[in-house]
Structure formats: C-alpha cells, structure tokens
C-alpha cells in the first residue's frame, strides 16, 4: 500500500474549504484503496500544540518535507505562517525534492466592508507568485475545488485517469461521480469530442451531490448561451439534461430545463419540449416558485404545434386545439402573474401574439 501524504496550508478564513477538501479525500481514498494507493492529509489543526526545542511552526515546515502534495488555499488574505509553509515547500522544489505545489485562490464575492489592511497580504502573494512563474488556479466554490484537485490526483497517480474507465454495475458511485464531473465539464466547455453514452451512464451513477453541480453547469450554460443568442453553444446542455432526467425521472427540474433548450435549438423540437414541459409541470405541482416559465414555454410549443399555424397563410385553429392552447396561455399568464407584462416584450412571445390575434383573443396581449 502507498501512502501519499497531502499538507494542506491556509488561513482560518477557509476553514470550511479546509474541512469539506478533508472530506473529499476520505471519499477519494475509498475507490483509490482498490489501487493500493491511500492519501494521508496533514494539516496543521492534527498537530500537537506542544513547545518544541525550534518552534511549532518549525514542526509544520519540517513535515512539508515528508509530504508527497502541498496544497494552499487563500482567499482575501494569506497569513504570515501560511506564506512560511508556502516557501518551505517551494525551496524542496528548488533543491529538486518534494512535494508537488498546488495553490487554488478562491474566486468569490466579499463585503467592501470586510477588507483590511490584510488585503495587502493577498496582493503581494499573487505578485510573488508571478514573480515564481506559478500561476494559481481559481475555484468558485467546494464543489469546483474538490472536481479541480481529484483530477490533479489521477493525473498524478492514477494509470489511465478517470475518463478511460468503464461504466459498469461494479463502478461504485464515487467512481461514477469523478467520471461523470469530467466528461461533463469536458463536454460543456472543452473543445474535444466526448462519448456521451459514457458520460450518461456516469451521470445515471453518481451520487446526488454530482448531479446538482452538473444540473447547475448545464443550467448557467443554457441560460448564458440563450441570452448570448450562442444556440449551438446552448445545445451543449441537452445530453446533461436528459441523464438527469433517467437519473432521476421524479426531479421536475431537469426535465424543465431540457424542455427549454429543445425549444430554443437551432432546429426547435416543439413536440419533445412541450412533453418534457408537461413532465415538468405535472412533477412540479403546485409549487410554482420553482419553474415561473414551464408554462409560458408550454404555450410557445402548443402554438407551434398548432398544425393551422403552420402552414401559410396562417389560419385560426379548429376548436378543440383554438381551446387546448388558450388554457395553457391561461396557465401561464397565473404562474407569472405581476410577470406576464414583461413576458409580452420578450422576442420569443412574438408568435403567441400571433395566434392570440389569429384566433380572436387579445385579452391575453
């Protein structure tokens, strides 16, 4: 068995970044046991806080020696004894020893009001950084950080990395999830091909956890790409939505996100969207705060597929489809209530105003 010990550096502003990267690794060593390989992390909060003959900080730097990993995290300050174990670490690597450096800088949003002269501790690291040539890495939150270094640990350690392995009943979910996280983001925002069916069947095995951080990808990747009008960049979502929605067919929210993005496509698919929407809807109830345009998307698909609406020149719908659509317009217009008047300026509402005046009802413009 190898042991890989891990120190882990940072100030007490993270420490809950500190904890949940100890809990990733508890999670990590369960599937790197079946390759004899576990990760032993040092931090300082394991040490005993006994004098010793050169100082307790000392004691710090002297087991960054015996590490195999040096991982910092800093966020709006980096203290004093961090930014010791920092250069302990990084004269190993100059005398060509141990450990490999990582340093992840937090990217988030702070109050104005919290900054202090400590922000200055922060400004002269980066500098010293680059400086060292070391460029730091960004993580947004836990998730990202944990997906960031469990990928550095199997290009590390690991034989043929996470990619390369197959999906199958013996794949424990941890496995699953680490496959599924890569081939997800991959597939979002890399610029190579990647095997779907691999990635769907990672997806359909993770755990919970996963499958939020990649239903919030592929969320903000759809909604960011429709704004941006980038509906080949949009569509990108679509195979995430629909593991999630084999992964788990009673969350309303995956199936409401891929009935959007099959509405917006390059080529729309209004007749898939509207049965992913009415999914949606049925799941979702009567709790309307957590879908406001399930609804108003239903009602864009049912215009499309009114068969009078598309052929030219348009004509008014037969009764019983004229009656099917203005209830779901009615649906929408209840679910978004005080929001109803700014849906009517939206560029996609153009063809429900269409066949509300085709067909005689312009109350609801």
């Known amino acids: 068995m190898q042991i890989k010990k891990i120190f882990l550096a940072s100030s007490e502003e993270l420490k809950d ?82 450990p490999h450096i990582y340093t992840y800088f937090r990217n988030d949003f702070v109050l104005t009001g919290e900054i202090d002269e400590s922000i200055k501790s922060l400004l002269e690291f980066k500098a010293r950084l680059k400086q060292l040539e070391h460029y730091v890495t960004t993580y947004r939150n836990i998730e990202d950080l944990q997906y960031q270094f469990s990928r550095q640990l199997e290009k590390l350690y690991g034989e043929e990395g996470a990619d390369s392995k197959e999906i199958d009943d013996n794949t424990s979910p941890v496995k699953a999830g680490e496959i599924a996280l890569l081939l997800g983001y991959r597939h979002l925002y890399g610029s190579g091909k990647v095997d779907l069916q691999r990635m769907g069947a990672a997806v359909e095995r993770a755990g919970s956890q996963v499958r939020s951080i990649l239903f919030q990808m592929a969320s903000d990747m759809r909604r960011e790409n429709y704004y941006a009008n980038n509906k080949h960049l949009m569509e990108r979502s679509i195979p995430i939505f629909e593991a999630l929605t084999r992964s788990d067919p009673n969350w309303h929210s995956p199936w409401g996100q891929l009935g959007y993005a099959l509405a917006d496509k390059v080529s ?36 499309q597929l009114d068969p009078a609406f598309a052929v030219q020149p348009r004509q008014p719908a037969d009764p019983a489809t004229r009656e099917a659509v203005i209830e779901v317009i009615k649906q929408a ?18 063809p429900l105003r269409e066949w509300l005046v085709l067909n005689g009802s312009p109350r609801f413009r």
């Open 268 to 303: 729309p698919d209004w007749r898939r969207a509207k049965e992913c929407l009415d999914q949606a809807v049925a799941l979702r109830g009567q709790n309307v705060g957590e879908g406001y345009y399930y609804n108003y998307c239903r009602a864009r698909c049912a215009v």
């Open 17 to 98: 970044d500190r904890r949940a990267f100890e809990l990733m690794l508890s999670r990590l060593n369960q599937d790197w046991l079946q390759r004899d390989i576990m990760f032993n992390l040092v931090v300082w909060e394991n040490f005993i806080d006994a004098m010793s003959k050169e100082g307790i900080q000392k004691e710090y730097n002297k087991a960054i020696a015996d590490c195999d990993v040096f991982v910092m995290l800093f966020f709006t300050k980096v203290g004093r004894y961090t930014l010791e174990e920092f250069e302990a670490a990084f004269a190993h690597i100059k005398a060509g020893a141990r």
């Open 333 to 350: 217009r209840r679910d978004l209530e005080f929001k109803w008047d700014e849906a009517l300026k939206f560029p996609d509402f153009e």
